[in-house]
């Protein structure tokens, strides 16, 4: 019985020169890995910052989007109220977040939140603020030393490269 014509296909020349082809694509893919470098890490959304808070040990709930505290029609809509406790802060603190698309509209609208602040902060000499290009989080203090430092870290991972 005749072999059939596919399995003399490993007798070819067409064998080693399509390995060849296929062993220089391979090469070249990782190469331009080299050449184009990592890309950089975004800022995450709402859901991604509340789950990196919750790894730095801080618990949060009842949110509330658009909440801006104030009535500012830029702000509303980057901003999220809500509680949060961990660390060393036993006792729940109302923050808002304030998500702005890029590094630019941060720096555009950074001087608001504090305008908007001042609508409901209820002491000034203790309101806090944690700033992470291009998240700003403001509160009601005075917040415990291990809560500010665990929410700074957690954030600023949140925002990835700030743009």
């Not at 067409?14 to 470098?37: F, H, K, M, N, Q």
Request: aromatic letters at 6%.
């Amino acid at each position: 019985m005749p072999k059939h014509p596919r399995l003399r296909w490993s007798r070819s020349p067409v064998r080693p020169a399509l390995l060849l082809c296929l062993t220089a694509l391979v090469i070249l893919a990782g190469c331009s890995s080299l050449v184009e470098g990592q890309p950089s890490p975004t800022p995450l959304d709402f859901g991604g910052i509340t789950v990196t808070l919750a790894r730095a040990g801080i618990v949060v709930a009842h949110t509330v989007s658009g909440d801006a505290g104030c009535s500012d029609p830029n702000l509303i809509p980057t901003a999220i109220a809500f509680d949060a406790s961990g660390a060393d802060q036993a006792t729940p603190v109302h923050l808002r977040i304030y998500i702005f698309s890029s590094r630019a509209a941060f720096d555009r609208r950074r001087a608001d939140v504090d305008t908007c602040a001042t609508a409901w902060a209820t002491d000034p000499a203790t309101f806090e603020t944690v700033d992470a290009t291009p998240f700003v989080v403001a509160g009601q203090g005075p917040w415990a030393p291990g809560f500010k430092t665990a929410l700074a870290a957690a954030l600023k991972a949140a925002a990835g490269n700030g743009d």
